[in-house]
């Protein structure tokens, strides 16, 4: 799924993919599915649809501070100033990179912004309750313990201990913000898994759901 850049906001493009899916899934096959992962599931999880259907939410970003640079500047700043100076030193590097990275290939669109802690979107606009309606999963995922993981879990633990996204997230989205639409679900799990490679770590899960409907 794309959204336009003209597209202004999750709110528009929930309205537009209702009517869709209404149009082109729901009334014409038996057996169907909406699977949403990270910004799908916020979009899935309070699409205005009221014809029954089933609903897989995989960590879905109810705000994450990935999406507001200034927030993050701020955060990475305060990560470093709290540690002595010889730590300061060598991480001026990292986090200088991890800046650098996060200005060039971070997006800007509306939709981004919408998906960002604390924006007008998720405090204010967010409707949930149309989950009601569906048969709905919940995957949340914590990052994996260890040393021995894979290169991608690694690059998003590491990196996400400046946001403090490494102990109560999954390296992006806080656990916590993850849940926040269990209380409509039919099942909840969690899992070990960065914000990546959930999909693929998953995988049981969802051909568990797909099974069941």
Not at 81 to 90: D, E, G, P, R
Not at 103 to 131: K, V
Not at 136 to 146: N, S, V
Request: aromatic residues 8%; hydrophobic residues 40%.
């Amino acid at each position: 799924m794309y959204a336009k850049p003209e597209c202004k906001g999750i709110k528009q493009l929930q309205i537009e993919l209702a009517h869709f899916i209404k149009s082109n899934i729901v009334n014409k096959y038996e057996k169907h599915a909406l699977i949403g992962h990270s910004k799908g599931g916020l979009i899935f999880a309070g699409l205005p649809l009221e014809i029954p259907t089933n609903i897989l939410l995989i960590t879905p970003t109810f705000g994450t501070i990935m999406g507001n640079e200034e927030l993050m500047i701020k955060t990475l700043d305060e990560y470093k100033k709290s540690k002595n100076n010889i730590q300061k030193v060598l991480l001026t590097p990292d986090i200088a990179l991890y800046k650098w990275v996060m200005r060039t290939i971070g997006s800007r669109r509306a939709i981004d912004y919408d998906m960002s802690i604390n924006s007008n979107f998720i405090l204010q606009e967010m409707d949930l309750s149309y989950l009601r309606y569906h048969h709905t999963m919940l995957i949340t995922a914590t990052c994996p313990d260890g040393i021995f993981i894979n290169p991608t879990d690694a690059f998003f633990r590491h990196y996400g201990k400046y946001l403090g996204l490494d102990k109560k997230g999954d390296g992006m989205v806080e656990l916590e913000k993850q849940k926040l639409c269990e209380g409509f679900a039919d099942k909840v799990t969690t899992i070990k898994a960065t914000h990546p490679t959930v999909l693929e770590k998953a995988d049981h899960e969802i051909k568990s759901f797909l099974r069941g409907i």
